[in-house]
Antibody
Framework: QVQLVESGGGVVQPGGSLRLSCAAS????????MHWVRQAPGKGLEWVAF????????YYADSVKGRFTISRDNSKNTLYLQMNSLRAEDTAVYYC???????????WGQGTLVTVSS | DIQMTQSPSTLSASVGDRVTITCRAS??????LAWYQQKPGKAPKLLIY???SLESGVPSRFSGSGSGTEFTLTISSLQPDDFATYYC?????????FGQGTKVEIK
C-alpha cells in the first residue's frame, strides 16, 4: 500500500533553515511527480511546490519562490523540501502528496509541523 | 494566478440533509477540479477529481458537477461521518490552487 511519511519538522528561528523529507513506499516513486502542501494553524490548504517524476522541472508558489527548494532522490524513494530564510508566516503543517496526472491527489502523508518563532 | 472562491464558508446541516457547496474559479479551468474532505488533525482525503469523477472507495452520496468556472459538490444525504471541512482545488498548467474551505457543522 502507498505510504508517505514526512519528517524533519521542528522549531526554527526566523531567518533559519530546515529540510523536510518525505519517504515514499508502495509505488514506483520514480514514475510520479510529487507535491508539498502546507496548512497554517486553523487555516486552509496552500500548495507549495511540485517536482516532476525525474526532477527535470520544479514549480513553486510565489510565497516561497527563491527561499524553498524541492528536490528528490529516486534511488532513495525520498522527496525533500529545503526551506531557507524562514518567516513566521511559514509556520504550518507540511504535507507531501503524490501526483496522479490529473486524477487528483489520492495519497498524502500525515504531515510534519514547522514552527518559526524566536 | 487562478483564484478559487468557495461558498458558503460555514454550513450548518442535519443528518439526512442534502448539502451543496459551490466553488468558482477566476478563469476557466475546464474540468480540472478536485474536491477534498479534511477532518481535524488529518490529511485531506480525495473525494472527486476531474470535476465529477468519484474516487475509488468514496461513498456514492458524494457527487461533483460543473465545468469552466462554476462547480458544485453535493452530498445527497449527510451522514455523521461527513461533518468536516471541504476544499476545492484547481489544477491547470502546473499551478494548483485551493479554495478557502467550507466547514460543514452539525445543526
Amino acid at each position: 500500500q502507498v505510504q508517505l511519511v514526512e519528517s524533519g519538522g521542528g522549531v526554527v528561528q526566523p531567518g533559519g533553515s530546515l529540510r523536510l523529507s518525505c519517504a515514499a513506499s508502495g509505488f514506483t516513486f520514480s514514475s510520479y511527480g510529487m507535491h508539498w502542501v502546507r496548512q497554517a494553524p486553523g487555516k486552509g490548504l496552500e500548495w507549495v511546490a511540485f517536482i516532476r517524476y525525474d526532477g527535470s522541472n520544479k514549480y513553486y508558489a510565489d510565497s516561497v519562490k527563491g527561499r524553498f527548494t524541492i528536490s528528490r532522490d529516486n534511488s532513495k524513494n525520498t522527496l525533500y523540501l529545503q526551506m531557507n530564510s524562514l518567516r513566521a508566516e511559514d509556520t504550518a503543517v507540511y504535507y507531501c502528496a503524490k501526483d496522479s496526472q490529473l486524477r487528483g491527489w489520492g495519497y498524502w502523508g500525515q504531515g510534519t509541523l514547522v514552527t518559526v518563532s524566536s | 494566478d487562478i483564484q478559487m472562491t468557495q461558498s458558503p464558508s460555514t454550513l450548518s446541516a442535519s443528518v439526512g440533509d442534502r448539502v451543496t457547496i459551490t466553488c468558482r474559479a477566476s478563469q476557466s479551468i475546464s474540468s480540472w477540479l478536485a474536491w477534498y474532505q479534511q477532518k481535524p488533525g488529518k490529511a485531506p482525503k480525495l473525494l472527486i477529481y476531474k470535476a465529477s469523477s468519484l474516487e475509488s472507495g468514496v461513498p456514492s452520496r458524494f457527487s461533483g458537477s460543473g465545468s469552466g468556472t462554476e462547480f458544485t459538490l453535493t452530498i445527497s444525504s449527510l451522514q455523521p461521518d461527513d461533518f468536516a471541512t471541504y476544499y476545492c482545488q484547481q489544477y491547470n498548467s502546473y499551478t494548483w490552487t485551493f479554495g478557502q474551505g467550507t466547514k460543514v457543522e452539525i445543526k
